[in-house]
């Protein structure tokens, strides 16, 4: 009886195999056809292209070395590729069964006719291949990343990145690089320095449209590789703007956000016409009441760019932007500014039971008025007013050619011209009843009282203010002026307030030229100079009269005693003076690549010329213009990256260079007489720098460590009301000369897919940043006389760590595709052994010795995104969001001030050896956008 049961299992059995060798002969049958896709223009691999098979759902993504694997059956497939920003390619590939084919090496051509040389200008590292430390952000990233945050944050978590939004206003955010301040860092935009010639300073508010033009953004960190004749200390920031596109179409966005954030924008494209022109327009419009009290804004930002293909030869584009904006900030202030929140006993970093309350905090702390608190605004005529305004436009055009002049010699050459016009507001005056105005008795919620100011000023009793005492007008005599004010109320420096506008303009042109020669296939040389010409405009203009009629002006040695008429913005008070800059220099370098080995010299000259121009001074006067003060610098470097297999390689470079001092320390007071007696040289800088790099199918990573030793290091720090021994020094400097300083350390980053649709990333930067020497501090007047008894006063800054950037800072993110283009992403940033910002001057105490800088909490942040992109027939939309700083975390992202602790404690820690009345900027609590883009 069991025979049919056995029967019945061996049928079973027989068809089993039968299946398996069916499904394993398929497999076996299966197949394959793979590859690798780079770009065409720096060769670098390109992860997350698509591969599809035309007329198909099949599909795949490259991994992160660029390579595909897709399986099909056998027969003639259409094979096509689609990425972001680059024109698709389509293959037609015949497959036998079980048969692989290797395409090979893919290139990917931008879809924008302007790229090539806005690259070979842009001088963008090549991964695997260019010896130095480098970032890169693709603009897909800085779109999913951006919300609304400012531009620089979108690198927050590249290795030994610090960035902070500084006051909080638009525009006010600034970056660090391995603890180098951002004056110490080269900001380019297609190749072309943008920091400002005067102070190296970059202002993020004159570009906030960066975010929407950017086609990738590369952090070179150290000396880096650019080819310029001035190398930056802390690293190159090269933003590549989107180049003319060859695809008609455009773009319309709009997003919106906490605090009444809102965002507009439209770009259009012709594409290539016959006539070999292409045109590309993006307009943008931003507004928002701002994060912080009294910081509304306003801002548009436009882009142009025109292409022209004049033949195989010779290609022209032409680039236009500009950020026109206006925006409330929340400025420091030694009188009255956001103080930090009481801190822990040192001797007892860890014991709870040493934390005592304040009973009655002061009124100007983050524990009694929060983290949005803005001591600078408040209402007039019950709308929104401030002593502090930016505003600002800083258009700049480029005009980039590119010649191909044989097989062996090309010519790039970027010209570039900036015209800035704008400043920013303040207090300038004797004070209501000689009381300074941060000084003011505030309302209730410690706000400004600005109708009371403006009925002071317009000769009011004002009860509250000290002594209800009116502003005094002047009296006209043939003495002062000989005009009769009798009865007008006029402020001065004497008694009453106005708001005063400092401007800082500019005129500024230049060109960049490299010419390469390819002698061979392994030798490149490249050639170049680099000229820029700077004129800076600083002058004050009365901005506001706060109700006054005029303003009395002594300072003009041209007019002596003058008034300015309420309303008058176009003439010159308090100072009037222009800087004149020049700078011409050329660099050199020999580049060798074999198949494993790419190597580079680079040498570089300058000289880089100052004059100051006092326009309050007499015509006529030999001081009115200053003879020129030149300054020689040099650089050279060199490195070279060994690839041991497609999986490791290593790299190193060394680097040395000369830097001019900045024309704020040259003429360091507000006068034209130089400070010959402190012998000003230049800044000394040594460098080298270690890396590896693993690459694989799944996983990328990087190990770079670093070493770098300032020596001769100049600092100026202005001192606005200088009063010592009773005696009032108004506007002054100090120049502190002789420092050295070290920073040191190793940075970690990896990127992995470990499956199709989930990207992991991370860092880790380990830095040790101290000063090396004390120094010695001199301090001046306006006429540059030196200060009684602050003459060749030492300063003990000697093992102190460098403040203002977080020596330890870590991220790791994570995107994981959801269903077809619904992606979920998460990041986290931790920041720690962050110290205060401080003047060295400031340390000139015998207890200042061997005092450690404030060290400030450590703090973790995370935040969220979620984006959704799909296709309507040949339109693609694309919605965002994003939430920062989700767990809503209070924390101190940084101090300007270093007062030691005072046995003064608060109600919960926030770092160790810090006093209560340090000022500080807290970081933003919880923030959102969400926004949408259709694309046609």
Known sequence: MGYPLQSKLLKGSILTAIFLLVFIFNSFAQSVIKGKVIDDATNEPLPGVTISVKGSNKGTATNIDGSFTLKVASGTHTIGTSYVSYTPQEFDVTIGDGETKDLGVIKLATNAISMKEIVVSSNVAIDRKTPVAVSTIKAEEIQNKIGNNEFPEVLRSTPSTYVTKGGGGFGDSRINVRGFSQENMAVMVNGVPVNDMENSLVYWSNWAGLSDVASNVQL???????????????????????????????SVGTSFGNDGYMKYNLSLSTGKLKNGLAFSFLGAYTQGDGYVDGTSFTGWNYFGSMAWE?????????????????????????????????????????????????????????????????????????????????FYHKPIAFLNHY???????????????????????????????KTPFYNLQRTDDHLVRFDDIFSYNQGTVVDGFAGNKTLTPWVATADNGGANYAGKQVASSADGLIRRASMNEHNWWGFVSNLTYKASTDFTINGGVDYRNYKGLHYRSLDNSLGADYWYETKDANNKNKYVAAGDKNTAIDYNNNGYVEQIGGFASVEYSVEKLSAFVTGAASNTSYEREDLFLAVGDPNRMTPAKNYFGYTAKGGANYRVNDVHNVFVNVGTFSRAPFFNTVFAANSNKPIDILDIKNEKIYAVELGYGFRSKYISANVNFYNTQWDNKTIAKTNPNLTVAGVSYGLSKTVTTGLKALHQGVEIDFFSKPLEKLEISGMISLGNWEWKSNGVSNTYDQNNNIVPTMGNVIVYVDNVKVGDAAQTTGSLGASYEVIKGLKFRVDGYYADNLYAAFAPSDRNKVTDIGRQAWKLPSYFLAGTGLSYSTKISHTAVTFRGQVDNIFDKVYIAESYTDTPFTNRQGSFEIGTGGSSSNQVNMGFGRTFSLGMQVKF
């Not at 570039?416 to 005056?429: C, F, K, P, W």
């Open 310 to 390: 004049i033949n195989k030869k010779h290609t022209l584009s032409l680039s236009v932007t500009g950020a026109p904006q206006q925006h409330n900030q929340r400025p420091r202030s030694n009188d009255y500014s956001t103080k930090a929140i009481s801190v822990q006993d040192p001797a007892f970093p860890n014991d709870p039971k040493k934390k005592i309350t304040i009973d009655t905090p002061s009124p100007q702390s983050v524990e009694a008025m929060g983290i949005k608190y803005n001591q600078s605004w408040g209402k007039r005529n019950g709308e929104e007013f401030t002593i502090a305004n930016n």
């Open 220 to 250: 070179q960190r150290g000396l880096g590789a650019t080819k310029l004749s001035v190398s930056a200390i802390g690293g190159t920031m090269n933003v590549v703007t989107k180049a003319t596109e060859m695809k008609k179409g455009g």
């Open 403 to 433: 010649w191909t002049i044989s097989p062996k010699f090309d010519l790039s050459t970027v010209a570039y011209v900036s015209v800035g016009r704008g400043g920013g507001t303040g207090d300038l005056g004797g004070g209501i009843n």
